[in-house]
Structures are given as C-alpha cells and as structure tokens.
C-alpha cells in the first residue's frame, strides 16, 4: 500500500512538473544536440547503450553510483528525465517494481524496452548448486547480465530497439554492436577458461547472493549467506557457522563479498578459517569511485574473472 501511495505521489507530481515546465530545458536541449534521449534504470543497461550509441545519443542513468538498487525508487525529477526521453530501458518488475505504474504513465512518444527476466534459469536450481539458507527463492533472480551471454541478448535487444527508433543511424549503431559482441565474447571465453580449469567448483557467497545466472553459465556451484532480493540485512548466525564449517571442509582460499557490502560477514569468516576475501561484483551499480574512474561492465567482470581465479585455486 505504502508503494503504491508513493508512486501515485510521483505521478502527481510529474503532472505538476510538466505542467509548469512545458517544454523544458531538457527537451530544448534534445532539439538543439540533435540526439537521441535514452534513460536507463540500471548501470548495466547504461553502460550497453553508451557502448552502441558512442556520440548518437545523450545516455542517462538513473540510479546514483554507490546507491541500492533494491530500495530505489523514482523521484519526480527522474519521471520528468523518462517522460522526455525517447527510449526508456529497464530490466523488468522482478528488479524495477515501480517501472509498471511509470511506463502506463509515459507520453505515448517514448518508446520502452523492457529486458527478459529469468529466462534462462535451469528447472532446478538444486541441482547444481548449493544453499544454506532452505528459504531462498532463487528461481527469481532478476541479476540476468551476470551472465556475458546473456549480456550479450540484451545488447541485441537494446540495438534492435535503438535502429527502430533511429534508422538514419543504423549503420553506426550496428558497427558498434558487432565489436562490442566480440567484446563479450572474449570475456565469456576468458572467465569459462578459469571455471573449465578448476578442480573445486564451488564458490562462497557471504553476502547477499546476486550471481546465479553467472554460476549457472560456467557450471559452478555455491554456498551463499541470503538471497540478494530478500529483505534481510544479515543471515543468521547459524547460517555464519555453517558456512565457516564449509569453507574448513573444503580448504577454500578465499570468499566473497559483494559490491558496496559492508563486509561484516566475509570478514566474520575470513577471520575464523584464514581464507581472503575478494569481492565478486553483480554491475547493478557501481562505487561513485568505480563510476569517476570510468569503470565498465567489461572492467568489473574482467576483475570478477581474476578474483575468481583466486577463489578456485587455478
């Protein structure tokens, strides 16, 4: 109810708002530049789309490096940036609950583009991999990029849906899409090389747990803490000793946090059975350090391939 309430708020007030904007800067600013808008609700799909559109377009993100993409929500001048885009991508209700109520909000000249969601999921996730916790749900896991094969669908939707809307320019956006795929493809190869080479197969999560579809790509198992979608801030202490007691019984070298974690887990672990921690990151978002520093989907998985190749002993 209280989600609900809000987004009705927000909807008031991106009536106000335009309503006493009119036209707007932004929308000034698009007739002048020439270039598409496009907004995107998450840094993978901002960083794909910048990749694809180069200088074509003016690419927004919405969600504040170093923020939470689980307790996000619209504020009246993000729904004024979507209502004047001309493209608005996010992945889904699963990730984005409050995208429903925005999209059947928007002009009719934006176009959307909403990504699959757990598509690829095996029918049992128990199968291959390995859970503390009984209670996680799993099965609706919305962290589908993990994946660089299916990073590699969704940059295809992204660039079917951006020559739609820009044919003039379909050309340019296609020849960026071929060399970013073969992008992909080198780093698909490059984490599988590591994954095929290890004995141990299994990776420790202490932290939330954001990985399966990366997991389920190169055949590895793992013990995770919670599930990334859970309301939980921390696992329960027997949750701590169960995961200590595997990462003994299997002379692990090192566990995991994820991005923008506090750690208190991982280091709870580390400290009791000496392994490293490293930190395996999702690219829901970024450190605002990460995001000066011009980080990329390719850089963060690329850093998720060496620590991996710690974490498996290869």
């Not at 002048?32 to 840094?43: N, P, R």
């Not at 939470?68 to 991508?89: A, C, G, Q, T």
């Not at 002009?107 to 959307?112: I, K, L, R």
């Amino acid at each position: 109810m209280q989600r609900i309430i809000k987004i009705m708020s927000l909807l008031l007030c991106l009536v106000l708002v335009l309503g006493l904007t009119g036209c707007g800067e932004s929308t000034k600013d698009k007739e002048k530049s020439g270039k598409l808008s496009i907004v995107c609700t998450l840094f993978p799909q901002y960083d794909f789309t910048r990749q694809l559109v180069g200088d074509k377009a003016q690419v927004t993100l919405l969600l504040t490096p170093g923020t939470d993409s689980h307790s996000y929500d619209p504020s009246p001048v993000d729904m004024v940036k979507i209502n004047e885009s001309d493209l608005f991508i996010y992945t889904g209700e699963l990730m984005e609950g409050w995208a429903a109520e925005v999209v059947g909000s928007l002009n009719e000249s934006v176009a959307v583009l909403s990504l699959p969601e757990a598509k690829r999921l095996k029918e049992n996730a128990a199968d291959f991999s390995s859970h503390v916790e009984e209670d996680h749900d799993h099965s609706a896991d919305p962290h589908i990029w993990t994946s660089p094969v299916n990073a590699m669908l969704i940059v295809r939707e992204i660039c079917d849906k951006i020559c739609e809307i820009d044919p003039e320019n379909e050309e340019f956006y296609r020849g960026n899409e071929e060399v970013y795929l073969k992008k992909l493809e080198e780093l698909d190869s490059a984490i599988r090389a590591v994954a095929d080479k290890a004995e141990n197969k299994t990776i420790v999560m202490c932290d939330r747990f954001s990985m399966l579809y990366f997991c389920e790509e190169y055949s590895l198992e793992y013990i995770a803490a919670f599930d990334a979608c859970t309301s939980n801030t921390e696992p329960s202490p027997a949750v701590i000793v169960e995961i200590t007691k595997a990462v003994k019984d299997k002379n692990i070298p090192a566990v995991f946090c994820a991005e923008l974690s506090n750690r208190k887990v991982a280091d709870a672990v580390s400290a009791q059975t000496g392994a490293r921690v490293l930190e395996l990151h999702s690219c829901h978002n970024l450190s605002a350090d990460d995001f000066s520093a011009g980080e990329t989907y390719l850089s963060l998985m690329y850093r998720n391939a060496t620590n991996l190749k710690t974490a498996l002993g290869v």
